[in-house]
């Protein structure tokens, strides 16, 4: 019988995920599909127990990853430390939520930009869902140090204390321009967590004159593939990537935890380039 997985969230209609599971489904010919499911908030407990009837296993965008957490089971070791989750898969009748964000953001940070988290101090614009995962991750890979700034220093300070309460040496600062400019010097690692870059017309993340040569930058932003950001690390002879890796990497964990074969992450990677 076919098997049936797809990604929730409330948009997700502009989302690559469809295109780059059915052409692993396809390469590896497995007789399954990968759908979209629009879900809004207030019909994600309906949705769990439709998932409960049928379907073989999801993936979680925004604004469900946490929220979707009540609704599984039992949740694997990283899921439970970033109380995030962004897949789901089936053991007998039991749902299982599991976090391959970490993973995927880790696996470009040293693959793609061949970054070495130890000893080293980052910088996270951002800390929303995202940011927790590269939080995380960073940690988990043992940074020095993690500074967080957001819009919503509320938010950035929430996250720090997750993260100190951890272990982790973490600390959120105003977004402001002065304090910004040391921080950035004296950081071997930018990473881009907020939105700030999709638009034409969005403001610089940060003045690019900011910008030093031991830096690297990770912007998680895919569409455009280039943004702002980015193309002034380059023009700056920085390494640069933007989020198409980790969309990529997370992706094919995903899919390994779904059927426990081992991801075509060429074929994947073609369909979302
Ligand atoms: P989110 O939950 O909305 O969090 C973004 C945070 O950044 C919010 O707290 C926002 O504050 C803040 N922010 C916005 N502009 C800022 C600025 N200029 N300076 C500092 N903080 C700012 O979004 P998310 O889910 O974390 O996603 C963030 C970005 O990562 C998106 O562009 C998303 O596409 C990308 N992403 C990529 C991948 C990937 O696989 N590559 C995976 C996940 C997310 P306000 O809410 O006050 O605006």
Known sequence: MKKTYGLIGYPVKHSLSPAMHNAAFKAMEMDAEYKLFEVRPENLKDFFSYFREGLSGINITIPHKETSIKYVDALELVAKSIHAINTVSVNGDKLIGHNTDVGGFVKALKEDLKFKPASKRAIVFGAGGAARAVGFGLYFDDIKEIILIDIDTKKAA??????????????????????????????????????????????????????????????????????????????????AINGLGMLLYQGALSFEIWTKQRAPIEVMKKAIS
């Open 158 to 239: 929430f996250l720090a204390n997750e993260l100190k309460e951890d272990g982790c040496n973490a600390i959120a600062v105003e977004n402001n321009q002065h304090a910004i400019r040391e921080l950035v010097l004296n950081s071997d690692l930018l990473v881009n967590a907020t939105p700030c870059g999709m638009k034409e017309n969005d403001p610089e993340l940060m003045p690019s004159e900011f910008l030093h040569e031991n830096l690297v930058v990770f912007d998680l932003i895919y569409s455009p593939r280039e943004t702002r950001l980015i193309k002034e690390a380059k023009r700056k002879n920085i390494k």
